[in-house]
Each structure stands twice: as C-alpha cells, then as structure tokens.
C-alpha cells in the first residue's frame, strides 16, 4: 500500500494492526515532510514565535519526543512488536490535522472572529488527533478499555505541557505585565492554559490507574 493510502486509513480510522506493523521508510517521510509543513504553517504570521518554530523543527523535534514519551508509557506492558520506529511513524502521520492552523483567517476575518474560528480549530484538531492515538493504541496493543483510555491520556497531559512552554509563556507573562495587543491566537491560548490546570488535576488518578494497570498485566502474564 502507499504511502498515502495509509495515511488516508490512518486520519479516517480504517488503518489495521497490520497495516501498522507494515510501516517503513516511505511512510515515515511522508510523516516527516508533513510535520515539518505544518510546522512552518502553524507559526507563520505568529511574530513572537522563535527562528526554529518558524523553520518547523520545533514540531520535528516535537514528534520525537512524544514518540517516545508513548514508547516508554507502553513499556511495561510487553505489547508484542511494540517498537519506537511504528510510534513515531504514527505520531508523525497524525501532524496533517493541523494544517487547520495554518489557515489564515485573520487576514479575512476581525480578531474577534479569527479568535472563535482558531478556538475551533484548536478543538477539531485536537480531538481528531486524541481520537487517533486512542484508535491507534486500541487496535495495536489490545489492552483493556481503562488502560487504553489512561495511556491515551497520560501522553496527552504531556503534550499539553509542552504546547504551554512553547506558545503560552509569552502571552501569560504579557497578560500578568498588562501590556499587549490582542492576536488571533489569543482564545486558543486561554484554552490551553485551563486545559493546563485540567491536565494537572488529572495527573494523581491517572498515574494510579497506570500503576495498577502496569501491575495486573505483569501479574497476568506471570500467571500464563
């Protein structure tokens, strides 16, 4: 199958477990190519976004972390042909939603409107790509549904985090100094930083349910 024909199954959740132990050199490219363009989209008419963001190595170095931030969650789970080259080949695939991002509504649009829209695109893309990673996970690892839901979330407190070191530390200090002007983006940063707070409140139940998790799946596999 090509390259693109996967990854018109994977965004439309029709990818098998088999198609994704299929994945090769081709796919990740693809992946690549395609994370760095969104990249550069996602960051193009932000002025405050540093020379890498622009250049979408930020979103390149991103997908290897969180590659292997899922790697190293699964671990110890002992999924069979559980591998980081399938996770980042996956992660890397998922990038394409954003191009949402890179549509420059402001330029058409008020800044109250360009706001609404951009919150909205924060919203489709970010539930399209947990949908993905829980359908992905789902049919790899065949864990049971608390399991999958809790790495499905862990990763997604960590991602969270990151999007608040990257995009919100300098509105959050311009908002505390009372001095900058409103942007398109500003809606999408306010959601990210109460998602922030959601994601720490999370943190304690989820790291319990991972624990436990962790715990019974050893246990069964020492019983078998």
């Known amino acids: 199958m ?86 980042v080949t996956f992660i890397s695939l998922t990038s394409f939603p954003a191009i949402f991002y890179a549509i420059p509504v402001e330029k058409f649009l008020s800044i109250e409107t360009s706001n609404t829209i951009n919150v909205w695109f924060l919203a489709v893309v970010a539930i399209w790509r947990l949908a993905l990673l829980y359908y ?14 809790t790495v499905t979330l862990m990763p997604i407190c960590v991602i969270i985090s990151v999007l608040t070191m990257l995009n919100l530390h300098r509105v959050v200090f311009n908002i505390m100094g009372g001095m900058r002007n409103p942007t398109p983006h500003d809606s999408s940063y306010f959601v990210l930083m109460l998602l922030t707070g959601l994601s720490l409140i999370l943190s304690i139940p989820l790291l319990i349910s991972y624990g436990m998790g962790v715990y019974y799946r050893r246990k069964l596999f020492k019983e078998e």
């Open 2 to 87: 090509s390259p693109f024909k996967t990854l018109i199954k994977l965004l439309t959740f029709k990818l098998t477990r088999d198609e994704m132990l299929n994945f090769n050199k081709y796919h990740f490219i693809l992946g690549l190519i395609g994370t760095w363009l969104v990249g550069m989209g996602r960051y193009w008419d932000d002025t405050g976004a540093n020379w890498m963001q622009h250049l979408g190595l930020g979103s390149i170095i991103y997908i290897f972390v969180l590659a292997l931030i899922i790697w190293l969650i699964l671990l110890p789970y002992k999924i069979n042909n559980w591998s980081y080259f399938i996770v």
């Open 136 to 149: 992905f996970l789902k049919h790899f690892t065949k864990l049971s549904k608390i399991d999958i839901i």
